[in-house]
């Protein structure tokens, strides 16, 4: 039987291997502000995060992480470079899967170094990949900054660019828009009056939560973006081959490249994906063998901005991942005040370890 005592000694023990390779021990508190925290995280921790309210501090929520927090202590007042480790429960409402854990233990290593950025991605991957080296987990790895770099690059508005890259984080609503934006979507009757001034508001009282003014400002837009012209079908094209690039890392590089040639916009990412792969080498790793998905973390954290990965079960596809992370760059700016330093991190869930290693 997994106990909580088993899960909390596995992780002071995963802990200590995280200081002896150079990090310090941290603490953050358990309950977090809110309101000023909560929209680092996206839509589907948001939608996940337990609030409450308090009379002095306002909204309250369960630190649904670590890594936001250790951010924002590390930007109040960290020496750098500098690595810090911690271990302690996080808190995810669960409303599907009743077997997922609503509650869990996370172990965490997070560096902040601009030296190399490369190496340091390596850094995390390898130390998380060698905790869990005699699980034979699957590994998936990405890059987020890629698919960032070719949507800024593409040629097209500036309210479309910001809509894709907002949607980066819902894969269905990204597809949609792209299809609407390359034309490829009809407009439909009621759509069409409206933009054309048409359809006469009914004369009720506005019942939603918009105002009046919020929604004519919303039919300028749509107005104006009807009025774009649409992406080129050679973009969406490049686009579409970009996103269903899935293979061994070097065949996924060489990809990359090739459509780097055509998609200029993305050729400092793809370089600084190439130097990853060596220092994943020079680490140790088998890069021959690993899993390059220009899709992958899509539906994680949207404070990602570069390499994202994930060590997954084979024989137990149902679990969550048993160790994730990624490169999460301009999250140190946004809680910056001023500040910003390149930073990478990821945690392990001790108590899957363990329940993987009763299975045998
Ligand atoms: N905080 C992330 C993992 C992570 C740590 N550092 C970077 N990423 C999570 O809970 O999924």
């Given amino acids: ?8 000694a596995r ?18 508190p358990i309950l977090q502000p809110a309101r000023t925290l909560l929209d680092l995280y996206g839509e589907e921790i948001r ?17 649904p992480d670590f890594t936001v927090p250790v951010v924002q202590m590390h930007m109040a007042h960290g020496a750098e470079p500098a690595r810090y480790t911690y271990s302690g429960e996080v808190f995810r409402r669960q409303e599907h899967d009743p077997d997922r854990a609503n509650e869990f233990i996370q172990v965490g290593f997070e560096v902040f170094d601009r030296t190399d950025p490369a190496a ?42 910001a809509a894709l890259l907002r949607h980066i984080w819902r894969p269905r609503r990204f597809r949609a828009l792209l299809e609407r934006y390359a034309g490829r979507v009809p407009l439909t009757a009621e759509r069409r009056k409206l933009l054309a001034g048409e359809l006469p508001l009914p004369d009720v009282p506005l019942v939603g939560k918009r ?15 009807a009025a774009a012209p649409p992406l080129s079908t050679g973009e969406v094209e490049l686009l579409d081959a ?9 065949f996924a590089l060489e990809r990359l490249r090739d459509i780097a040639v055509d998609l200029p916009s993305i050729a400092r990412a793809v370089s600084g994906a190439e130097a990853r792969a060596e220092a994943l080498a020079d680490r140790g790793v088998d890069v021959e063998d690993l899993s390059f998905e220009t899709s992958f973390g899509r539906t994680s954290m949207e404070y990602y901005d570069g390499f994202v990965f994930g060590f997954f079960s084979a024989t137990r596809p149902d679990l969550p991942a048993v160790a994730s992370g990624g490169r999460y760059d301009a999250l140190t700016s946004r809680l910056g005040d001023g500040g910003e330093i390149p930073a990478v991190g990821g945690v392990l869930r ?4 363990l329940e993987l290693e009763a299975l045998g």
């Fill in 350 to 353: 001790p108590g899957l370890m």
């Fill in 120 to 161: 340091a991605d390596a850094e995390v991957f390898a130390l998380l990949a060698e905790a869990v080296v005699h699980l034979n987990l699957r590994a998936a790895t990405g890059d987020i900054g890629i698919l960032m770099a070719a949507v800024k690059g593409l040629r097209t508005t500036a309210p479309r660019k």
């Fill in 211 to 225: 105002s009046q003014s919020e929604i004519d400002r919303r039919i300028e837009t749509l107005r104006q973006d």
């Fill in 1 to 8: 039987m997994i106990t909580r005592a088993k899960t909390l």
């Fill in 47 to 63: 939608a996940r995060a337990y609030i409450t309210s308090d009379a002095l501090r306002g909204e309250q929520m369960l630190r």
């Fill in 11 to 28: 992780a002071a023990e995963l802990r200590g291997d995280f200081e002896a390779a150079g990090a310090v021990s941290v603490e953050t």
């Fill in 242 to 250: 970009l996103l269903s690039v899935r293979e061994t890392t070097p």
